[in-house]
């Protein structure tokens, strides 16, 4: 069973950094896209950063020049650094990956569980 395993968020001032980790973990056949996304209270669920498993980079505009998506192909792990962070990014950030499951299946859509990132003004 593939599961999506978050780290970090929590808690930061206005200006500060915080570093998110989520690695894909169980029996699967390969990953494609990673990334990251955002759902704050009343809203729906948006990209922040998603990369291929051969570099491709896409950012939402509000996070680029601020955050930094990168990836662990042998670890089948995705990270995203974030600095100069804004209250508007306050919200629960969700790991996404695109897996084959098996050899057979077509690509799927996992998720993590969510981490709340908070950022006091």
């Known amino acids: 069973q593939v599961q999506l395993v978050e780290s970090g968020g929590g808690l930061v001032q206005a200006g500060g950094s915080l570093r998110l980790s989520c690695a894909a973990s169980g029996s699967f056949w390969s990953v494609n896209e990673m990334g990251w996304y955002c759902q704050a209270p009343g809203k729906q669920r948006e990209l922040v950063a998603e990369?291929?498993?051969?570099?491709?980079?896409t950012y939402a505009d509000a996070v680029k020049g601020r955050f930094t998506i990168s990836r662990d192909n042998a670890k089948n792990t995705v990270y995203l650094q974030m600095d100069s962070l804004k209250p508007e990014d306050t919200a629960v950030y969700y790991c996404?990956?695109?897996?084959?499951?098996?050899?057979?299946?077509?690509?799927?859509?996992?998720w993590g569980q969510g981490t709340q990132v908070t950022v006091s003004s």
């Open positions: 996404m990956a695109r897996i084959k499951p098996d050899r057979y299946y077509n690509y799927q859509r996992f």
């Open positions: 990369i291929t498993s051969v570099g491709s980079i």
